[in-house]
């Protein structure tokens, strides 16, 4: 049983930040454009729940079976697939940065979300998390992990988040964005990871006025109260 994507055509061109996954196939219908091959651990991946307006299925003999559910409600339609990396552009049409003035550049926007993704992300003081850790189940630390983002404040990502007060972000690629709140121009996100000034793989968190900063992956580590505790004084990554 493989993993089925469908996404209105209209917003195909969200799926470029899939296209150098092996193994997946593309196809055209009518109103929808539809992807087949991903396994099930590809399928939670946060490149792909990350993407806007997606459907996913389970296929059975052309049967599609709605994800998280028992029952197929459809079949997936006859059409002509090719692999993604061939369907889709190596890449889309990109900003010249060299044609505008030294003084001009693109500003990256956010607007409010048509349907808001869920938070995987959350950002609180390090006095609330202490307070947290301090009580919590273990069970409820071990599918998180935090890293400190200023003097005061911390990160937070995984599932279940605390219900912590503060502000939380759904994931869009390498992008963490304000829930609610998406990029003004979609089409921008799967290239902004490498124009943004970054020395390592990082994570980027936005904010609704379009700034971000720039967590490198290597600092998060699992969220312990022995982790909390050695952290008290240490130094917080430049923002």
Same mark, same amino acid.
Not at 53 to 64: A, H, K, T, V
């Given at each position: ?14 799926? =470029? ?67 993604? @990396? ?32 869920? =938070? @995987? =992300? ?11 850790? =301090?009580? @919590? ?41 304000? @829930? ?60």
């Amino acid at each position: 049983m493989s993993i089925v994507l469908s996404i209105p055509s209209a917003h195909a061109h969200l799926l =470029a930040i899939l296209r150098y996954w092996p193994d997946l196939n593309l196809a055209r219908g009518d109103a929808e454009v539809w992807v087949r091959g991903f396994t099930e651990e590809q399928a939670v991946q946060s490149e792909v729940r990350s993407i806007p307006y997606i459907s996913l299925f389970r296929e059975q003999e052309g049967r599609l079976i709605p994800w998280g559910k028992s029952l197929p409600t459809k079949r997936l339609p006859g059409l002509l697939w090719t692999p993604i @990396a061939r369907a889709i552009p190596v890449e889309s049409p990109d900003y010249n940065h060299n044609f505008f003035g030294v003084a001009e550049q693109i500003t990256i926007g956010l607007v409010s979300h048509s349907s808001p993704q869920e =938070a @995987a =992300a959350l950002k609180t003081s390090f006095t609330a998390l202490k307070a947290y850790v =301090a009580s @919590a189940p273990a069970v409820r630390l071990q599918e998180l992990r935090w890293v400190h983002s200023s003097e005061e404040q911390v990160l937070i990502m995984g599932h279940p988040l605390p219900a912590l007060p503060g502000q939380t972000y759904w994931p869009l690629g390498e992008h963490w964005l304000p @829930a609610g709140y998406t990029f003004e121009l979609p089409d921008l996100a799967p290239h902004l990871s490498r124009k943004l000034a970054a020395t390592e793989p990082s994570w980027f968190f936005w904010t609704v006025e379009g700034s971000y900063t720039a967590i490198p992956k290597s600092l998060w580590q699992p969220l312990s109260r022995s982790s909390v505790r050695l952290h008290r004084h240490q130094t917080p990554p430049a923002s």
